[in-house]
């Protein structure tokens, strides 16, 4: 595990103004703050660091890998009964039996053999965590996720081949581009296949994706720092 960092003495009025933030851009959609989660990205940030957003009133958490989240939240989580939380980074296939434990959502499903490594670990469990399919909408070679082309199909096949309950789609659009034709394809990939949930925005675009239909805004330095 990295070093984690310290706590940042300002996280309860930075989550406060991502929050006034969030209510700004659901009021300029005309959309209910109700359908937006705010999913406080508490990756390489400590305990310490984490415990005053709790104590603020924030509920759901994202981490980006399986071993760091392990080491942190199952005490956290037993300290305070009704958190969640979600997975928004890479899943190796055997860690998911580590992933099904422990998460309430993964926003990283990408390929068949991870489905097939999911769908045995939620039989095996009876654990149905929140499934999110992730798009590779800039189609960059480095990033994990479907290309956009691929996606009705993929979706299909998690359905049909493996029985999972797909829940909606997340995208991480490339940095180099403005976020909003990345949030208004997956938008539309997702319409087109039924799905009802949107994984979009961070940081620095998370008001746009709002604009989008974002239904889940991933959120880290904004509330903890800088990492
Ligand atoms: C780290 C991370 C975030 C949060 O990024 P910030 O820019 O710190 O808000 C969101 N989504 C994913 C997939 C991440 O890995």
């Not at 939380?85 to 992933?99: C, R, T, V």
């Not at 009705?152 to 096949?157: K, L, V």
């Not at 029985?163 to 990939?189: N, Q, R, W």
């Amino acid at each position: 595990m990295p070093d984690l960092n310290a706590s940042p003495s300002s996280s309860p009025s930075a989550l406060a103004a991502v929050e006034e933030e969030i209510l700004r851009a659901c009021s300029d959609a005309k959309r209910d703050r109700g359908s937006v989660t705010l999913i406080a990205v508490s990756k390489t940030f400590a305990a310490d660091a984490i415990a005053p957003v709790i104590a603020a009133g924030q509920r759901v958490f994202g981490e980006n890998r399986v071993q760091e989240a392990k080491g942190k939240w199952p005490a956290l989580m037993s300290a305070h009964p009704g958190l969640s939380l979600h997975l928004i980074g890479p899943l190796q296939s055997n860690k998911a039996k580590e992933a099904v434990a422990l998460f309430d959502a993964i926003h990283s499903v990408d390929r068949p053999s991870l489905c097939a490594a999911l769908a045995k670990e939620i039989a095996a469990q009876g654990r149905h965590p929140q499934l999110f399919v992730q798009l590779n909408t800039g189609e960059e070679p480095q990033k994990a996720g479907i290309a956009p082309g691929d996606a009705d199909a993929f979706i299909t096949a998690c359905r049909r081949d493996y029985g999972l309950e797909i829940s909606g789609l997340m995208c991480i659009p490339p940095v180099e581009d403005p976020p909003g034709p990345h949030f208004a394809l997956t938008a539309k990939i997702a319409a087109r296949n039924g799905l009802a949930n949107l994984s979009m925005g961070m940081s620095a675009d998370f008001a746009i994706a709002i604009q989008f239909g974002a239904t889940h805004v991933r959120v880290g330095s904004a509330i903890f720092g800088h990492r």
